[in-house]
């Protein structure tokens, strides 16, 4: 009986040897990544809100009068983007905003000064690279499509009709976002969007026609979260 307790005393020993053995096994690991900068497994989701400057080439025309020339008028707005990253380098961005254009002719039109007036809503869909070499700065570069839909047009001026056709367009970007902590960064991201959309309008009982050049930059500055 005596060496059996002993026998047993003997084995639960052994065990509780083991158990202090791994675990310190796997403390020693844990510090080890710590120390060496093994990066935390994080969500493949992130945001950010940006203010966002909309700057138009002012450029575009009437068919029906020559040398015509139209303008449009740049606005701030809030923006929000959603990204998922599928590695760490690849990600797909969705950016949601809308904005105000005022519509005026130029060159031989210029008398007639603002004829138009209307919202656009461009979600923009873009598949990123991220660099991931550089610490906490984390540049980026994108491409991908634009789909604008154009809403509550107003004519002005010479023009008792006013209506922009929706258009899809490319769309180019470069960025970086600079991360504070896990979560939390700022972000500088400027896009490039190739959008001319066709519309149509009606003067004194004459149907006019034209494209407009908005062709925009899109600059914006905010706050990142990674989830």
Not at 69 to 89: A, H, M, Q, R
Not at 155 to 162: D, I, M, N, R, S
């Amino acid at each position: 009986m005596g060496l059996h307790k002993w026998t047993l005393a003997a084995g639960g020993s052994a065990l509780v040897l083991a158990l202090l053995t791994a675990t310190g096994t796997v403390a020693v690991a844990s510090d080890l990544s710590q120390r060496m900068g093994t990066p935390a497994v994080s969500s493949p989701w992130q945001i950010r809100l940006r203010g966002l400057g909309v700057i138009t080439e002012d450029e575009g025309y009437v068919d029906q009068v020559p040398g015509s020339g139209l303008e449009y008028s740049d606005t701030i707005v809030p923006e929000l983007d959603i990204s998922y990253f599928f590695t760490d380098n690849i990600a797909a961005e969705l950016i949601l905003g809308t904005t105000k254009a005022n519509v005026s002719g130029t060159d031989s039109i210029a008398a007639l000064g603002k004829v138009g007036e209307t919202w656009l809503l461009p979600p923009t869909l873009t598949l990123q690279y991220h660099f991931t070499d550089f610490g906490a700065f984390k540049p980026y570069v994108g491409a991908g499509v634009n789909y604008t839909m154009f809403y509550s047009e107003e004519p002005a001026g010479a023009l008792t009709a006013f209506k922009v056709e929706d258009t899809f367009g490319a769309a180019l970007q470069v960025g970086f976002d600079y991360m504070i902590d896990d979560h939390w960064g700022v972000n500088f991201d400027v896009k490039k969007l190739f959008l001319e959309p066709k519309w149509t309008g009606v003067s004194g009982g004459v149907a006019l026609s034209g494209k407009a050049k908005l062709n925009p930059w899109l600059i914006g500055t905010g706050l990142t979260y990674r989830f």
